[in-house]
Structures are given as structure tokens and as C-alpha cells.
């Protein structure tokens, strides 16, 4: 059964610091949910209080409304119906890949009819049947992490863990992992909390997600409303690609900390400091709008394959920018942003 999950005034404090504060998320059943953030920003304290392993200071955690952590109540991890997927997989090296799974089921108690079924269609699902017999060490690194979802998906669990789940794999099969991951808990109908440091996973496997900074949640929204609307600078400049700079709103306009160039204010910004949120792809000809327009030199090129990838000096701050073509190295450059493209966030 799809479970939902509550956490509601999750404080937790590890040698003297406080590393959650007050935190609220809520999981709806069914929904993928990533906790981004960078070192010690508390996603994996979070995901180890959901599992279990760890207690909070105060706070609730209640999974289907069920409470499962208070200051009067603890139950076990092994009570709460949780599968966790690890970065090293953690799969038993002496056992096969069907000897991992029934393993996984020894605490449930099942009968050896229902084992061997759950087992079954765990390898089914995860494309793993003709490797049943073989060892861990005979699997390569994106079909060991198959076995590890397997063995979470043989104990049917409410809810799903991953942390850092693809961060030992190489590039290319760390996309391919993640599309078949995801493929594979959403045909399941499973519940998922994501641990990850890395944007695009986050973007990619996401229902919504939950940006984290110093033990709070900074902002918790779904990956496109993060990347087109961020609630503050920091979310802006954690989320990637996106060139951030310094200026002033003024009448409507925004204008860089040296005068000259601007840009057409078209959000709900005030009058004062404010930073314009630049993303690379916006970036058009200097006379598409002639009331946006940025003047700048270039410092650096590289080929992205559907676009050169340019970095500007604007004098105030230096900006990214996707271009199709690949101009001089120190030469000037003019470039303009739509106006309805133009985000002024405060300072």
C-alpha cells in the first residue's frame, strides 16, 4: 500500500549544532521528493530520522498518519515498512542476487509460498531474473544497484529511501540508472524520499523538490516552479547554470551596479537592491529587445554540443551564457534577455 509521509518540528542538534531546525515537509502518497542540498545541510540527518536510525530532539514523524517518532513514542525501523537504497548498494557478497532478496524477507515471517513470489517478481520487474544465480562481484555497478532496488521492492515497503543512490556510477550510466529507477518505482506506486546534492538529479527525478540550506527547507516546490520562479537568491544560485547579478531596481528597471547596461523589470520587484537571475539559455541578440541590452567582453568558450557555453565579463559580475555561435576570445560581445525573462530577486 502507498503510504503518505509527515514531519512536522524536526529539530536535531549533533555535536553542540543544531543541524535541523523546526523542519516541516509533508509527502503526499505515490509522490517522488528530493531533498538538494550541499554537505551539512541536513538531508541525510532528515532521511536517517525517517528511517529510523536516528532520533530527533522534538518533532513528529508519522508515516500514513501513523505516528511513528514523538517524545513518547518510538517504533523500530524494522516495524516501519521502510526500504532504504544506499550509495554502496550494501548487498551481502557471499549470498546471490536471489539469495539477497529472500534474505531481505527472512523478518517478515512469510510463508515460503509468499517469499519466493515477492522474490519472483522482484527480479521480474528489475530485469534481473537471468542474473538470479550470480554474486554481487559478478554484476556490474548498475546491476548491483538494480539488485539493492530489487530487495526494497521484495518487502513491499510504504515508503522508499535513496541516498546518493547513483553517485558511483559513471555519467553515462548514472542517466541511465536514473530514468530506469524512476520507470521503476512510479509502475510500482512507491513512495520516495531522494537524497541528493546533484541539481539535475533532482530535476530529473522529482515530483517536487525540497531545497535545502543550513537544516531548514529554503524552498519546496516542483522542479520546473524552482528553476523558472527560485524564492531567493540562494536557491537561484544553488540550482545551477543560472549566472546571478548584483544591481539596483529603479523605476521599473534594473540596473547593474555600474549604470549603463539594464533590463526591463517586469516582476513584482520593489524599488532598492536586487539581483537578476540570468539563465543561459535566455540569452538572445542584442537587437531582439533593444531595452535589455548588455554589453560585455568574452572570456572563455566551450562547445556543449547543441551550443557554445560563453563566459562574459560584464564589469560587475561575470554571466553564462548558451550561444550558437563562438566568438573571439576577448572580443566584445552584446547580448539582450526578454523582458518577461527578466527575475529580480531581492538582494
Given amino acids: 500500500m502507498t503510504s ?13 549544532r543544531i543541524v535541523l531546525h523546526d523542519l516541516d515537509l509533508e509527502v503526499r502518497a505515490g509522490e517522488v521528493v528530493s531533498l538538494l542540498g550541499a554537505s551539512g545541510s541536513g538531508k541525510t540527518t532528515l532521511l536517517r530520522i525517517v528511517a529510523g536510525l536516528l532520533n530527533p530532539d522534538s518533532g513528529r514523524v508519522a508515516i500514513n498518519d501513523r505516528t511513528v517518532w514523538d517524545r513518547t513514542s518510538a517504533e523500530p525501523p524494522e516495524k516501519r515498512r521502510i526500504g532504504m537504497v544506499f550509495q554502496d548498494y550494501a548487498l551481502w557478497p557471499h549470498m546471490t542476487v536471489a539469495g539477497n ?30 542474473f538470479r544465480d550470480r554474486y554481487p562481484s559478478d554484476l556490474s555497478g548498475g546491476q548491483q544497484q538494480r539488485v539493492a532496488i530489487a530487495r ?53 527525478v522529482s515530483d517536487r523538490i525540497a531545497v535545502m540550506r543550513e537544516g531548514v527547507i529554503a524552498q519546496l516546490d516542483t522542479p520546473q516552479a524552482i528553476y523558472e520562479t527560485p524564492a531567493s537568491s540562494f536557491v537561484a544560485s544553488f540550482i545551477g547554470g543560472f549566472s546571478l547579478v548584483r544591481g539596483a531596481v529603479q523605476a521599473g528597471q534594473f540596473m547593474l551596479a555600474d ?40 572570456l572563455s568558450r566551450a562547445f556543449q554540443g547543441r551550443c557554445w557555453r560563453l563566459s562574459v565579463d560584464l564589469g560587475p559580475a561575470r554571466v553564462r551564457l548558451d550561444w550558437p555561435e563562438a566568438p573571439e576570445i576577448g572580443s566584445s560581445f552584446a547580448f539582450s534577455l526578454p523582458p518577461n525573462r527578466c527575475l529580480v530577486l531581492a538582494a
Wanted: aromatic content about 2%; hydrophobic content about 45%.
Fill in 4 to 16: 503518505s509521509l509527515s514531519c512536522s518540528g524536526i529539530r536535531k542538534s549533533l555535536g553542540g
Fill in 101 to 130: 532478496l529472500a534474505f531481505g524477507l527472512e523478518a517478515l515471517r512469510l510463508s515460503a509460498t509468499d517469499a519466493k513470489a515477492r522474490v519472483e517478481h522482484a527480479l521480474e520487474v528489475t530485469r534481473l531474473s537471468a
Fill in 152 to 204: 526494497c521492492l521484495a518487502a513491499r515497503p510504504a515508503l522508499m529511501l535513496f541516498d546518493e543512490p547513483l553517485s558511483n556510477l559513471d555519467a553515462a550510466l548514472r542517466e541511465d540508472m536514473r530514468v530506469e529507477m524512476m520507470e521503476l518505482v512510479r509502475r510500482e506506486g512507491v513512495t520516495v524520499l531522494y537524497v541528493t546534492h546533484d541539481q539535475a538529479e533532482a530535476m530529473a
Fill in 259 to 298: 549604470a549603463g547596461a539594464k533590463a526591463v523589470q517586469t516582476s513584482s520587484a520593489r524599488d532598492g537592491a536586487g539581483v537578476l537571475v540570468i539563465r543561459p539559455e535566455d540569452a538572445r541578440p542584442a537587437n531582439d529587445h533593444p531595452n535589455s541590452q548588455f554589453q560585455g567582453k568574452v
